[in-house]
């Protein structure tokens, strides 16, 4: 490989720096930068109206930005017309052409490009295999499942196998088994044909369990962007912590600090917390552990098993009162009162012997966490 052609893979595909937009004086976007790596399956996660879409759509060029630069491939897109861009995209509506025919909805975009008719009967047979359509060429689009129907329009797609494939929450239509198929298959042929795709979801398993990077998004901006196991596990802030699946929230203060340490006091506790935020001695901060990092004992069992005391320790153990537990299929969920105020809620495994919960409402529990397990973060009124 050349110098330059080195460096023009290591460039990002996508670039977008301080991207705004805005609808009639209204921000839907408020400045928005992200680079999208060569080959990368990056993720837009989002709720409802936080500009996933918008961003997906600037890209694509089917709108202009209010303020900020887009390039694509280095090169700035502002005034290209979307079928200049070398990208496509799959909408949530499939956008297929009803009156046509499996191939004939595959092999439009080679058609336009005036592209010889044996050659494009040879790719789209190519494409459809690649989303195990063989042998479908001949259906009318509108007698396809709804799972059909979205594998034409990424076939369609990427049979011109463009820089970037946007998709807008592609999957969202179809049933929970198949979407859960499709995810696998979407991201093993991402790995086949190694395009950058850019997808957007707001359902938080679906972005964790497809991409390289996920962007989390918030009311036109982004809060961070990170592998699914960074965004899961160093949450930048409370929102993210939230909207990446269930967390608990511990209010506490900091007592002393140490080098990545602090003493921290919680809940009438004082518990040492890896951190690496510059907090100060009285400065007021939240603790967050995953349901599934807590651990729970009945009181009754840690008096008569001094080995529990190892995770259980008097100094790092919250106390309190099992109030409901919730059945959740592969696991069940224990909430807990606190003596000290407050909820946690923690994740345990059925009893291995004969399938039961093995906490019931009114037990008398201690709860706890290995050390380092923990995030804390500045406090957020
Ligand atoms: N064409 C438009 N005209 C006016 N407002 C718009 C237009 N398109 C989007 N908006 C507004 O911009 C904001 C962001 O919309 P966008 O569709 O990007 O959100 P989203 O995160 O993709 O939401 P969803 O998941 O519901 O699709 C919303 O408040 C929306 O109402």
């Known amino acids: 490989m050349t110098d330059s052609a080195a460096q023009s893979q290591a460039l990002p595909v996508v670039q977008l720096r301080n991207v705004a937009k805005s609808y009639d004086g209204q921000h839907a976007l408020t400045d928005v930068s992200l680079d999208v790596q060569r080959g990368e399956f990056l993720t837009i996660l989002g709720p409802s109206g936080c500009g996933k879409t918008t961003i997906l759509r600037l890209v694509a060029g089917f709108e202009s930005a209010t303020a900020g630069v887009i390039s694509i491939d280095g090169k700035i897109v502002t005034d290209l017309p979307p079928e200049r861009r070398n990208v496509n995209t799959v909408f949530q509506s499939y956008a297929l052409f009803p009156h046509m025919n499996v191939f004939d909805n595959v092999a439009f975009g080679l058609r336009m490009k005036k592209r010889p008719a044996a050659e494009i009967a040879i790719e ?4 459809l295999r690649l989303v195990q359509l063989e042998g479908f060429e001949a259906r009318m689009v509108g007698k396809l499942s709804g ?3 979205q594998r034409v329009a990424i076939a369609r797609a990427i049979i011109n196998r463009p820089l970037v494939l946007l998709l807008d929450e592609p999957l969202s239509a179809l049933d929970y088994r198949l979407r859960k198929q499709m995810q696998l298959d979407l991201k093993h042929l991402q790995r086949k044909l190694g395009i950058t795709f850019v997808l957007v979801t707001h359902d ?7 991409s390289d990077r996920v962007v989390v998004m918030n009311n036109g901006h982004i809060e961070q962007i990170g ?12 929102y993210v912590a939230r909207f990446v699946g269930e967390i608990n929230i511990i209010n506490a203060e900091v007592v002393e600090l140490g080098e ?14 890896r951190t690496s935020h510059a907090f100060h001695p009285g400065e ?6 995953r349901p599934e990092d807590l651990r729970v004992e009945t009181l009754k069992d840690l008096a008569e098993d001094p080995e529990l005391e190892d995770v259980f320790s008097r100094d790092r ?12 299929g592969a696991t069940y969920d224990v909430v807990v009162r606190l003596d000290a105020g407050g909820i946690v809620t923690a994740t345990e495994f059925f009893n291995e012997d004969d399938e039961t919960v093995y906490f019931k409402a009114s037990d008398r529990v201690a709860v706890s966490w ?9 406090y957020e009124k």
Do not use: C
């Open 370 to 378: 290995v050390e380092g397990w923990e995030v804390v973060l500045p």
């Open 147 to 149: 799972g059909q129907q």
């Open 317 to 328: 153990s919250l106390v309190g009162t099992v109030e409901e537990t919730i059945y959740k």
């Open 227 to 238: 592998t699914p196991v960074s965004v899961y596990e160093e949450p930048r802030n409370l």
């Open 260 to 273: 990545g340490r602090a003493r921290v006091r919680a809940q009438g506790l004082d518990v040492f917390m």
């Open 124 to 127: 789209v047979r190519e494409t």
């Open 204 to 210: 938080q398993e679906e972005a964790f369990s497809m």
């Open 284 to 289: 007021k901060v939240h603790i967050l552990l």
